[in-house]
Each structure stands twice: as structure tokens, then as C-alpha cells.
């Protein structure tokens, strides 16, 4: 039973890197770096909040906050699909401005001082675990199928290593970029849903507190394959979780080399292994479809 | 004239996207505006936090236009700015006992900026030479230093009484001088303007400027002409890191005094608009740190009166950052599709066709 608590426990703080962190593969296995992704996670957290303590439903909090995440990725796309707007750029000014209107709004609609809300949590699907946990594996190992198994998956790999080839073969480089985004999109919504309704049952100001970034890293460090990512996420919340673990027990080590552990490590699998063969030839850059 | 327009559209652009984002959260945008005026420009009080705020903003802000005007789209200035804290900090526990104030407030900004440019150096390195983009690297350098500030605080350079997780308040003889007590103006003030001179004459007029904005432009063409591109890109990351780590060291010798875990309020972030606002150039982004300054010192007046704080900032920031990318292109875009339509509307063959 301990273990199955601990399993939930673990879960819970890495479900919301996890979530995000497996729709940016999707996203940067298109060709498409988010560097938005922490300010969508941002925005449908305080959704979820909104519609949360309104409704006291969490399945509406959630559509929420998968709605509003598919919507700025959409407009962020629309910036750099169309316009050719250099990704960090656009994702800079979403992050930004995700933290200014979430602040801003947070304390014009819940008080000055931020006073606690509090949400309605997702029902336990099995023993101690929400529906959010049970999803990960399943969606992980979807989407390792959807991208090795089927023709639009391929396409969407295409896209991301030689858009010019799959533009060639028939596909919209654009259309396939655009359905990676949005469903990036969707997903660092769900993220930022679940980040408030079932991990702090609350919202804060920036309290995504970098997590976004760290789903971004953590895509890198699992070699942009699904199912690695989730594992690394998993690792992610390990750390956050033992660090708590270790504070109660005053144990020698600093708790501060198990949280930078999952960065230290993406870092030196980047610089030991090197990139390898998994990371998208043109994640990053525009394409402009020849004329 | 050809100048002036787009500095006026810029200008004309920052004012606009305040007073519409004033309007869109509801307040009464000329009240507003007279409390923000007043609180950053009506009495000294308020011109001095707005150059506070601003030092920075335009410190970190050079830092990003020499890095991405090299091509080298660095996001690690938070990072950066709390490394050059930290060196600052580590130097003073260690100078303090035994140096003369002077001579400790100089080692403090010398160290700080050594540690920003060696940090912002690494992360140039990793992508020269493992191959590692920059902008994967710095977001995860920026969690690497949080956490070694976090650790050090609570460590090594923790506060004698071993309470608080920050390290020992700086004795007033180490701080930058303080021109008026009652105030938080420090001399640390003037290191923007010398700042924004040097990256100029660096960029504009040396040799070395040259080939980084050579690089930046078009890295094949650089080593097309056997310039040595991985070490102009270490470089430029190095100058950017310098930068940054002297606004973190400024605001811990000049401000604040002791280094928290707070002590980066995002201004290593915020550095990045501020610099593509400034069109990437030193002159615009001075001009765009002060307001942005400004606009800080004055929300913080905006704050005493209404719900709406600071945070009003970020989206003023991020509102003209995308309209100033959209709006030039939206418009290209529109006179291409009509100027399309009126081509195929006269029936030109070669045109018409995609």
C-alpha cells in the first residue's frame, strides 16, 4: 500500500512535466521549438483556476485549460508558421505576457493579497490514482505509435528533418506543423490544468515556476523518443519528490544537487552522446514553401 | 529621416501598447497614467527608482543584443545574472576581512562579471564544440545556477547567524555610493551609459564587431572566409554572460546589499524584449531599458492605488514585442495578397500563378 502511495505521490508532481513534456516531442519532432510552453502551461493553469473554483467541476477546469493552451499555441503558431517569426522570439513574448496577465488577473479577481482558492480535485480512478496518472504510459506509448506507425506520423517526422522532401511527397509541411503545435498545444493546456487542480489543488502566482522549461529540457534529455521522455520526467519528479523526503530526514547531501541532478543530466547526455540521429534535423527553423 | 520614422513608429508603438493594455484590464488609462508618471517622474524618489530599475534591464539587455547579433539566441540571462551575484558574493566573504572597501567593491564587480562571462562562455562552448544549441543549454544553466545559489546560501556564503537563506548584508563602506540616502540612487547608475559606449564602439567600430555581426548574419559565409566562427560565438556568449553578471552584481552591491534566492526579479528574461525593442542596437536598447524602467518605478506607484501591479509590465512588454514583430509583416503580407489580386485582376500571366 506504501508503495502504491508513493507511486501516486511520485506521479502526481511529474505528471504535469510529463503531460507538457510529451506534446513538445511531438511539437519539436515537427520541426517546432516551444519556447512558449511554460507561458501556455501558465495561462491554462489559471483557467482551470477560474473555471474550478466557479464550477467546482475539475472536468470543466480542464477543458478549460486544454482550450486555452490549444489557443495561444494557435495564435504562437500563427506567428511562426505564417509570419516566419523566430520562434524564441514569439515564445519569449508569450511567456511573458502568461505571466503578466495571470499575475495581473489573479489578484484583480481572487484579491490583493492572493488569498488561498481552493479547486475541486480529480476523482481517484483506481487506488490512489487519478485518470491523469493512469493516462501517461498509454499516451506515451500512443504517441510512440502514431509517430512510428502511421503514414500522417511519418509525415510529421518528415517535416521536422526535411520539410522540402515531405512537401514534395504531397504533405503541407504548414498543415502538419500546425496539427503538432496544436496538439502541443492541448497538451501543455492539460499540463498546466492538471499542475492546478490535482498537484497544488491551488494557484499561485508563476506556478508553473519554470516547469515548462523543464518539460522543454526534458524532451532533449529523453532523445526526443515518447517513451524516454516520460522516464525522464519520472526522474523529474524524483527529484522533487526526495528532496522533501530528505529535508525531513536532514540527511548529509544538499538537496539542491537532487534538483539540478535532472539538468546536470540532460546537459551531459547532450554533450557525452552528443545529439545523435534522434533530434529533428530542422527543429527550429522556418520553412517558406518554395513558390 | 530615414532613420527618425521607424524610431518614431517604435516610440508611438511603446506608448500605444501602454494605454491599450491599460484599457484592456479596466482602469481609468488617464488616472493611471498620472499615477505612473508621477511615480516614476514626479519627485526624486521616483526618477531614482526608475534608473534603478532600468540599470538592469539595459546591462542584461546589451548582454542579449551582442549575443544575438552573433546568432547566438541566448536565454540564460537569468542564469547568468544570478552567477555574477553569486562571484560577487563569494569575493566579498573573502576580501571583506582582510581589503579596504574600495578595493572590495571593485573585486565584487570584477569577479561577478568574470562568473556571468565564464557561465554565458560555457554554454557558447557546448554548442561549438559537442554541438549543443545555446538555447537548449541556457534554460537548463538557468536551473543549474538557481540551484547552486540556493545551495551556497544556505551553505558556504550563508549569513553569520545562520537563520536566513541569504548571505551577509554588505557593509555600507562596500556598497556603491549612495548619492542621496534618502533614496535608492547608487552611483551604479552610470554603468549602463559606460556600458552602452563600449558595446557600441565594440559592435560598430572594432574589428572584432565586425566578424561577430559578420557570423551572426551568416555563419557559412564566416567560414566560407576563414573566420574563426566557434571562437567569435564563445566569445560573443562571453560578452553576453559579462554583461549579465554585471547587472546581477550591481543590483547585489548597489541595491539590495545580500544575495537571496529571489534576488533575479526576472530581469534576465526581461532583458531579451528590451533588446528587441531596442532594435538589437546599444543606443535603442539604453532608450528602451529606460522606459521599461520607468514603467516599472511607476507601476510600483500604480500598485499603492489599485489591484494592478508591476506584473502590468510584462504584458506591455509583450504586447509590443508581438506588434512590432506582427504588424510589419501582417502588412507585407496584405500589400502582397492585394497588390496579387490587382495583378491577376489585370490579367498578368507570369504573376498570377503561385
Redesign the interface.
Known amino acids: 500500500m506504501a508503495a502504491l502511495e508513493f507511486a501516486a505521490n511520485l506521479l502526481r508532481y511529474a505528471a504535469p512535466v510529463s503531460i507538457a513534456a510529451l506534446g513538445e516531442s511531438v511539437s519539436q519532432k515537427s520541426g517546432v521549438i516551444n519556447i512558449g510552453l511554460e507561458g501556455q502551461m501558465l495561462l491554462a493553469a489559471f483557467a482551470a483556476t477560474l473555471v474550478g473554483s466557479r464550477t467546482g467541476n475539475p472536468w470543466l477546469a480542464l477543458l478549460a485549460a486544454l482550450l486555452v493552451g490549444l489557443v495561444f499555441a494557435m495564435i504562437q503558431g500563427f506567428f511562426t508558421l505564417r509570419l516566419l517569426v523566430d520562434q524564441v522570439v514569439i515564445g519569449t513574448a508569450v511567456n511573458l505576457f502568461a505571466l503578466g496577465l495571470t499575475s495581473t488577473l489573479f489578484r484583480v479577481v481572487f484579491g490583493q493579497s492572493g488569498q488561498l482558492v481552493s479547486l475541486p480535485d480529480l476523482p481517484k480512478v483506481f487506488g490512489p490514482f487519478d485518470l491523469g496518472m493512469v493516462l501517461l504510459l498509454p499516451l506515451a506509448i500512443g504517441i510512440t505509435w502514431f509517430l512510428t506507425r502511421t503514414k500522417p506520423g511519418l509525415a510529421l517526422r518528415g517535416a521536422g528533418e526535411y520539410p522540402a522532401a515531405v512537401e514534395s511527397a504531397g504533405y503541407s509541411v504548414m498543415g502538419l506543423r500546425a496539427g503538432a503545435i496544436a496538439f502541443g498545444g492541448a497538451l501543455a493546456g492539460l499540463a498546466g490544468g492538471y499542475l492546478a487542480i490535482a498537484s497544488a489543488g491551488s494557484f499561485a502566482e508563476n506556478m508553473t515556476a519554470g516547469r515548462g522549461f523543464v518539460a522543454i529540457a526534458m524532451v532533449t534529455f529523453g532523445r526526443w523518443k515518447p517513451i524516454w521522455v516520460f522516464g525522464a520526467s519520472l526522474l523529474v519528479g524524483a527529484a522533487e519528490l526526495t528532496q522533501f523526503l530528505l529535508q525531513a530526514q536532514a540527511v548529509g547531501i544538499p538537496h539542491q544537487v537532487f534538483r539540478a541532478m535532472p539538468y546536470v543530466l540532460a546537459l551531459a547526455v547532450l554533450v557525452f552522446v552528443g545529439k545523435g540521429t534522434s533530434v529533428p534535423m530542422a527543429l527550429g527553423l522556418p520553412y517558406r514553401r518554395e513558390k | 529621416m530615414k532613420k527618425v520614422f521607424p524610431i518614431l513608429a517604435i516610440a508611438l508603438g511603446l506608448v500605444l501598447s501602454l494605454v491599450l493594455t491599460l484599457f484592456a484590464?479596466g482602469l481609468d488609462v488617464p488616472r493611471s497614467l498620472g499615477l505612473i508618471f508621477d511615480g516614476a517622474l514626479g519627485n526624486r524618489f521616483g526618477l531614482a527608482t526608475a534608473l534603478v530599475r532600468s540599470t538592469p534591464l539595459v546591462l542584461a539587455g546589451l548582454g542579449m543584443v551582442v549575443a544575438w547579433r552573433a546568432g547566438m539566441?541566448n536565454?540564460g540571462g537569468e542564469g547568468q545574472y544570478m552567477m555574477g551575484a553569486l562571484g560577487g558574493a563569494w569575493i566579498a566573504q573573502i576580501l571583506i576581512p582582510i581589503a579596504p572597501a574600495p578595493v572590495v567593491n571593485i573585486a565584487i564587480l570584477l569577479v561577478g562579471t568574470v562568473f556571468g562571462a565564464l557561465f554565458a562562455a560555457f554554454a557558447g562552448w557546448?554548442q561549438v564544440s559537442?554541438?549543443?544549441?545555446v538555447?537548449?543549454?541556457t534554460?537548463?544553466?538557468?536551473?543549474?545556477a538557481f540551484?547552486?545559489v540556493?545551495?551556497a546560501i544556505?551553505?558556504p556564503l550563508q549569513e553569520a547567524k545562520r537563520q536566513l537563506p541569504q548571505t551577509q548584508s554588505l557593509p555600507d563602506a562596500v556598497m556603491m555610493m549612495r548619492f542621496d540616502p534618502q533614496t535608492s540612487l547608487h552611483s551604479g547608475v552610470i554603468f549602463p551609459l559606460i556600458a552602452v559606449g563600449v558595446v557600441w564602439v565594440f559592435l560598430f567600430v572594432s574589428k572584432a564587431g565586425l566578424k561577430l555581426r559578420f557570423v551572426g548574419d551568416n555563419q557559412d559565409a564566416g567560414k566560407a572566409n576563414q573566420l574563426p566562427t566557434g571562437r567569435i560565438q564563445i566569445s560573443a556568449m562571453a560578452w553576453s554572460g559579462g554583461l549579465c553578471g554585471l547587472a546581477g552584481t550591481i543590483d547585489y552591491v548597489g541595491l539590495v546589499g545580500h544575495l537571496g534566492s529571489g534576488h533575479a526579479q526576472?530581469w534576465g528574461?526581461?532583458a531579451?524584449?528590451v533588446a528587441?525593442l531596442g532594435g538589437l542596437h546599444p543606443v535603442g536598447t539604453l532608450l528602451s531599458g529606460l522606459y521599461f524602467g520607468v514603467l516599472f518605478a511607476g507601476s510600483e506607484n500604480l500598485a499603492r492605488f489599485t489591484?494592478?501591479?508591476t506584473?502590468?509590465?510584462?504584458?506591455?512588454?509583450?504586447?509590443a514585442?508581438?506588434s512590432f514583430?506582427?504588424f510589419p509583416?501582417?502588412a507585407g503580407?496584405w500589400v502582397k495578397r492585394t497588390s496579387a489580386k490587382k495583378v491577376a485582376l489585370a490579367g498578368s500571366p507570369r504573376e498570377g500563378v503561385?
Open positions: 484590464f539566441f536565454i557546448l559537442r554541438g549543443v544549441q538555447v537548449i543549454s534554460i537548463l544553466l538557468n536551473f543549474v540551484e547552486v540556493n545551495w544556505r551553505g526576472n528574461f526581461l531579451i524584449p528587441l489591484p494592478i501591479g506584473t502590468i509590465v510584462y504584458v506591455i512588454q509583450a504586447v514585442v508581438l514583430v506582427a509583416r501582417l503580407e503561385e
